[in-house]
């Protein structure tokens, strides 16, 4: 998964033009000036890139129980999507 | 002399002869047309397969217009066209935003339709599957979206409005925003139109009620206002936004105007959704009123950029009302249509029409109106064919004329 983290770092750091040496586990999402809307953008590459299948409704579910403030938890949850969907 | 009187003083142009104004004007100047075969998508089984389209690629140069990339992506290029239009303009107008108070810079765009074929793309991808829809669909084809992210990508704070009344939008967005420079509510406005109709569902819609012409095989030929052989629109996309300042903040900073916009005026015909009062009445009574208004003589008008769709009904009506309002003075004034060349960008058209009709004014010079080849007996005033021409203009007027009967005039001067 380390390489995934990396991808996942990548595409942050190019939505939200930041060098990617700035982007860290414990970065505040807020900080790093990703707001709702670039992260539905994001949800949509990354949905591109490792072609998973995850609906909006599902995120929505997710978030109101394990809000994503760092860039480690937004890592963490993609990596858990792309194991869930993998098994399935 | 009025502290509060309004210049046009920037101009930015998006269309399908050029990108930025002074390829539009050149091409425009030297007659060229922008229509061609469609390419935004298969068109092949459409009954028109032809339009006016921007350059392949518009929406990469359009990219540095914007503040960060994730402002550029949770956009359509309906509203690329208004950000990149608007930063256009205010380079031309020599104004820099940090020297500028922003909360008394004003907002006003026109939209007949919007990102039609965003709206078109979403809904077949929704019966496909509908997970896969772009989850921001909503904050991009709102139609306020175009003015809201020249708000947000410029950071200009006053007020920030979206105008649309079909095809005269354009003039109305501007006209609405020289009410708010006069009412001494904001000191300078970014205003405009901006259209991306091209879509299978804009093309079916229009071509049912026969607006569209179908010559499909010649598309350069097509868009040809007051020819007899004239048999519809060419439906386009594009924008223009224009900066309107007023005097006190344009002597201020001693910046250089095109010309002055002395007023308008708006009407409703109460009369169709589609087609205009025959006798040209109420499109003559809004030339009327906007001359009245500014206190400009009808002998003072030198030039008037018709409105000239190429439909039938259009062009006879604009002609006979041209004809009431000024009478024996008619076959003297120089008309042309804009569309000719461009094709109708429908709620764009106003606004771009005011932009070239303002460079008309700046430099003494009339864009023609192309495929303007066989004479039309309900036709018959100078209509600038085929080749522009130099000539002193001292005062002229836009013409916009939006389906649901909704005419527009705006009067500029030197």
């Not at chain 1, 190019?14 to 807020?30: P, Q």
């Not at chain 2, 439909?311 to 076959?331: C, P, Q, R, W, Y």
């Not at chain 2, 932009?355 to 018959?380: G, M, R, W």
Request: charged fraction near 20%; proline fraction near 3%.
């Amino acid at each position: 998964m380390e390489n995934i983290g990396e991808r996942i770092k990548t595409i942050l750091a190019d939505e939200i033009e930041v060098d990617i040496n700035n982007i860290h586990d414990d970065s505040k999402l807020v900080d790093l000036g990703v707001d709702s809307l670039t992260f539905l953008e994001m949800v949509a590459e990354f949905k591109d890139e490792f072609n998973v299948n995850i609906s909006i409704n599902e995120i929505s579910e997710y978030l109101k129980d394990h809000p994503i403030r760092t860039a480690g938890e937004l890592i963490k949850y993609v990596e858990e999507v792309i194991l869930k969907e993998t098994k399935t | 002399m009025d502290g509060n009187d309004v210049f046009i003083t920037g101009i930015g142009l998006i269309t399908p002869v050029g990108i930025g104004k002074e390829e539009a004007w050149q091409n425009m100047l030297q007659g060229k047309s922008g229509i061609k075969y469609i390419s935004l998508f298969d068109a092949s089984n459409l009954p028109v397969k032809i339009a006016g389209e921007l350059c392949s690629d518009f929406e990469y140069v359009a990219r540095g217009f914007f503040k960060r990339k994730s402002n550029y992506n949770q956009t359509i290029r309906f509203s690329k066209i208004g950000v990149m239009a608007a930063s256009l303009s205010l380079k031309d107008a020599g104004i820099e935003l940090r020297n500028e108070d922003t909360r008394k810079i004003g907002i006003c765009i026109g939209t007949g339709i919007g990102g039609l074929l965003f709206t078109e793309e979403q809904v077949m991808q929704f019966y496909k599957n509908w997970n896969n829809n772009d989850l921001l669909s909503i904050v991009k084809v709102t139609p306020n979206a175009a003015s809201s992210n020249i708000a947000i990508n410029l950071n200009i704070k006053g007020p920030s409005l979206t105008v649309t009344t079909a095809c005269a939008s354009g003039g109305h967005a501007i006209g609405v925003a020289y009410d708010l420079i006069k009412m001494n509510r904001i000191d300078l406005a970014l205003a405009g139109g901006i259209e991306t109709p091209i879509s299978p569902l804009a093309i079916l819609g229009f071509n049912s009620l026969g607006a569209l012409s179908p010559r499909n095989g010649e598309p350069e030929k097509a868009s040809r206002p007051f020819d007899k052989n004239r048999n519809g629109f060419v439906i386009s996309e594009g924008g223009g936004i224009i900066v309107l300042e007023s005097r006190r903040h344009l002597e201020a900073r001693g910046g250089r105007a095109y010309c002055q916009m002395r007023d308008w005026a708006f009407n409703s015909e109460a009369y169709s959704m589609v087609a205009p009062i025959e006798t040209g009445d109420g499109m003559g009574e809004i030339m009327d009123i906007a001359l009245d208004n500014a206190g400009v003589q009808k002998s003072e008008v030198d030039y008037i950029n018709a409105h000239g769709t190429s439909t039938i009904l259009n062009d006879i009506s604009e002609t006979k009302a041209i004809k009431k309002v000024f009478g024996s003075l008619s076959s003297q004034i120089s008309i042309s249509s804009t569309k000719s060349m461009i094709g109708h960008t429908l709620g764009a058209s106003g606004a771009i029409e005011v932009a070239v009709t303002a460079l008309s004014v700046y430099h003494d010079k009339i864009t023609p109106t192309i495929n303007l080849e066989n004479h039309d007996h309900q036709c018959d005033l100078d209509y600038t064919p085929n080749i522009a021409v130099s000539k002193n203009i001292r005062a002229a007027i836009s013409n916009s004329f939006g389906f649901g009967g909704n005419n527009c005039c705006i009067v500029l001067s030197k």
